[in-house]
């Protein structure tokens, strides 16, 4: 009989690229004129703003040095990440993570997608296209180390079958691809967990089979409620159960948490609830506070269910802050198993 052997929760911003140094301060830079920032209880809000309700409350966290610490916090998580696989042994890979115009256009955007095809085509650095010309090489580096390299990774038809046909019996209407649409690719949230999470790892020349499970966290208005995530995790779970071939399976949820604001209060919320493998502190999570690129918690709520039956072996939080406003994002890491 096949199982879920462990579940993996992993932020993968481009803050944990190397140059980290330059980077944290030019994405301080361009925060100040964002104008897709939201405050803790999803309010739009300036850069000034923030700058002005900080009042000096994250000075403290800036500077090469703090930085430094920071970057090096994660690194040691995301390498933890690669052991504890190691170890595991997994030999299928089921990655929620959340497309943000990668695949889907705005005139169609499915709640839940789930891949069936053969291979997992990475884009190549593809810029989105309102990123300004003088800016398109440094997000493009950037794009690419998190793994949006042009690979082909492997996929698993038969297993995204199966995931989806009893995802269907359990009560979950979900978009089937047997291929990508148009000339779309796959983008960073399923890069990083098949390229940067694994080097190092015997699966890291591409190897590792996978099924892309697509959540909509960002984009009103069908993106799924916090106990809808919770509940498809469980039923991932029982998916793999049913899965022929007494496979081991990793869901890996990618992403997250709070950005490009740091919120620590709804990051630790998360964070304890998951520690816990509190059920209902998961499932209660306010939606007015998962927007923007905090939405990519719901990918962690799902591993959360999916991995209910395991044991919470570790969790790693560093709240990485880049500028005096509180921009940033909340780098967080764990395994269960």
């Given at each position: 009989?096949?199982?879920?052997?462990a579940?993996?929760?992993?932020?993968?911003?481009?803050?944990?690229?190397?140059?980290?140094?330059?980077?944290?301060?030019?994405?301080?830079?361009q925060?100040?004129?964002?104008?897709?920032?939201?405050?803790?209880?999803?309010t739009?809000r300036?850069?000034?703003?923030?700058?002005?309700?900080?009042?000096?409350?994250?000075?403290?966290?800036?500077g090469?040095?703090?930085?430094?610490?920071?970057?090096?916090?994660?690194?040691?998580?995301?390498?933890?990440?690669?052991?504890?696989?190691?170890?595991?042994?997994?030999?299928?890979?089921?990655?929620v993570?959340?497309?943000?115009?990668?695949?889907?256009?705005?005139?169609?955007q499915?709640?839940?997608?789930?891949?069936m095809?053969?291979?997992?085509?990475?884009?190549?650095?593809?810029?989105?296209?309102?990123?300004?010309?003088?800016?398109?090489?440094?997000?493009?580096?950037?794009?690419?180390?998190?793994?949006?390299?042009?690979?082909?990774?492997?996929?698993?038809p038969?297993?995204?079958?199966?995931?989806?046909?009893?995802?269907?019996?359990q009560?979950?209407?979900?978009?089937s691809m047997?291929?990508?649409?148009?000339?779309?690719?796959?983008?960073?949230?399923?890069?990083?967990?098949?390229?940067?999470?694994?080097?190092?790892?015997?699966?890291?020349?591409a190897?590792?089979?996978?099924?892309?499970?697509?959540?909509?966290?960002?984009?009103?208005?069908?993106?799924?409620?916090?106990?809808?995530?919770?509940?498809?995790?469980?039923?991932?779970a029982?998916?793999?159960?049913?899965?022929?071939?007494?496979?081991?399976?990793?869901?890996?949820?990618?992403?997250?948490?709070?950005?490009?604001?740091?919120d620590?209060?709804?990051?630790?919320?998360?964070?304890?609830a998951?520690?816990?493998q509190?059920?209902?502190?998961?499932?209660?999570?306010?939606?007015?506070?998962?927007?923007?690129?905090?939405?990519?918690?719901?990918?962690?709520?799902?591993?959360?269910?999916?991995?209910?039956?395991?044991?919470?072996?570790?969790?790693?939080y560093?709240?990485?802050?880049?500028?005096?406003?509180g921009?940033?994002?909340?780098?967080?890491?764990?395994?269960?198993s």
């Amino acid at each position: 009989m096949s199982s879920v052997v462990a579940g993996i929760g992993t932020s993968h911003s481009i803050m944990l690229a190397p140059g980290h140094h330059e980077l944290w301060a030019t994405r301080a830079e361009q925060d100040q004129t964002d104008t897709g920032l939201v405050d803790a209880q999803g309010t739009p809000r300036t850069y000034d703003e923030l700058l002005a309700q900080a009042d000096g409350r994250f000075d403290d966290q800036l500077g090469a040095e703090q930085w430094q610490s920071k970057w090096d916090e994660a690194q040691a998580a995301i390498q933890r990440i690669r052991d504890d696989l190691i170890a595991l042994e997994p030999d299928l890979l089921l990655i929620v993570g959340d497309d943000q115009r990668e695949l889907f256009y705005e005139t169609l955007q499915p709640a839940l997608a789930v891949f069936m095809g053969q291979k997992v085509q990475m884009s190549a650095g593809q810029v989105p296209h309102d990123v300004p010309p003088e800016r398109a090489d440094k997000i493009r580096e950037f794009l690419t180390w998190l793994g949006c390299d042009g690979r082909a990774h492997p996929g698993d038809p038969d297993a995204g079958l199966h995931i989806v046909r009893s995802l269907v019996k359990q009560g979950f209407d979900v978009a089937s691809m047997n291929g990508l649409p148009g000339d779309r690719e796959f983008g960073h949230a399923f890069g990083w967990a098949l390229g940067p999470m694994l080097t190092g790892t015997p699966w890291a020349e591409a190897t590792m089979p996978s099924v892309p499970i697509m959540l909509n966290t960002y984009f009103p208005p069908n993106q799924p409620t916090s106990a809808r995530c919770y509940d498809l995790g469980v039923a991932l779970a029982n998916a793999v159960a049913d899965l022929p071939g007494d496979r081991r399976v990793a869901v890996v949820g990618s992403g997250g948490l709070s950005h490009f604001v740091v919120d620590e209060e709804i990051d630790r919320q998360v964070i304890e609830a998951m520690r816990a493998q509190d059920a209902e502190a998961l499932r209660s999570l306010p939606e007015h506070r998962l927007d923007s690129g905090t939405s990519e918690i719901r990918n962690w709520i799902t591993v959360g269910g999916a991995s209910e039956h395991l044991s919470t072996q570790w969790v790693s939080y560093v709240p990485a802050y880049r500028s005096p406003a509180g921009t940033g994002v909340g780098l967080a890491f764990g395994v269960w198993s």
